[in-house]
């Protein structure tokens, strides 16, 4: 093949090759004839006439992301570094705006950020900043909105993500905040103990006076008890005096009888004699019926100087 067929097909190669090109998905491509301005673009398959036309540029129809971080002064003289985040899209619309009325749009977007915080921040105290953080994106996007529309440009939304005061600042807030809590601990646990000691006293109260009562009900039973006995021993031909007696000796002889049922029990008996011990029966025998004796006697006086 002669050499310049070869290079005829050659360059018909390059320039077939240099006369179409493909614009991806959300993306939109420049084209420009001789310098100028021709047509935008969308994606696809696309013809364009080789050293003629040129694809001034590419712009992407995604939502992007821009990141700034802002460092400023709050009412209180706190120095704190806000993250902001701007999210944004080219408008479809207004591709041409985007493409030839900023050079550096980050920039752009970057400088009002800047002048929003910068405004808005040193109106607040720094525990304000971080309670209205949500009132700072929204004044942002407000202010990119209105400036940023103008150059093709859609603020989509504004966040801001972290609030980050100075070190120390950060180590003082946290001392406050455990000084805080200890505080608010100690303040539980006194009032628990002083429930519980209002509640133990309660009960002790009422288990005295649930004792008493149960003494009370005791003595009074034995006393009703120790009354019928001695009725039902007057019907049987004995005297109070002798009944008397008689109930002594048997709650005597009744007690030892309790007490030796114990096989652990001591029972030490003064005096120890059995001498003795009938003696001090004997004596409280005689001391009972001496007193129902001086009972009866009043009782007896008593009547005389009635009638």
């Known amino acids: ?48 006439i080789p050293g003629v036309q040129r694809i001034a540029g590419r712009l992407s129809l995604k939502i992007q992301q821009l990141d700034v971080i802002i460092e400023t002064k709050t009412l209180d003289d706190v120095f704190v570094k806000l993250k902001v985040s701007v999210q944004y899209k080219v408008i479809k619309d207004k591709v041409y705006d985007a493409f030839y009325k900023l050079d550096y749009p980050h920039d752009q977007i970057t400088s009002y950020v800047f002048d929003v915080v910068r405004a808005e921040v040193p109106k607040m105290k720094l525990d304000d900043v971080f309670v209205k953080k949500d009132d700072i ?23 801001v993500t972290d ?59 034995i006393a009703r008890g120790l009354e019928e006995s001695v009725e039902v021993l007057n019907k049987v031909g004995i005297n109070s005096q002798e009944a008397s007696a008689l109930i002594v000796v048997t709650q005597h002889y009744d007690t030892l009888q309790s007490i030796g049922q114990e096989t652990n029990s001591n029972l030490i008996l003064l005096p120890n004699s059995p001498q003795a ?11 009972f019926t001496a007193s129902n004796q001086i009972g009866e006697a009043m009782k007896t006086a008593k009547k005389k100087e009635e009638n």
């Open 1 to 48: 093949m002669p050499p310049t067929i070869i290079i005829i097909i050659v360059v018909l190669a390059i320039i077939i090759f240099a006369s179409y090109f493909i614009v991806k998905q959300q993306t939109a491509a420049i084209i420009e004839t001789f310098g100028k301005f021709t047509s935008i673009r969308q994606s696809g398959f696309h013809l364009k």
């Open 137 to 159: 994106a929204i004044a942002v996007k407000s202010e990119l909105n209105d400036a940023m529309m103008e150059y093709g440009y859609d603020i989509i939304k504004t966040l």
């Open 163 to 221: 609030i980050d005061p100075d070190a120390q600042v950060k180590a003082a807030m946290n001392r406050i905040n455990a000084a805080d809590r200890e505080k608010t601990a100690a303040q539980y646990e006194g009032d628990a103990q002083r429930i519980l000691i209002v509640e133990k006293a309660k009960a002790e109260a009422e288990s005295k006076r649930l004792q008493g009562q149960g003494i009370a009900d005791q003595r009074r039973e």
């Open 277 to 287: 011990g009938s003696q001090m029966l004997n004596d409280m025998v005689a001391s």
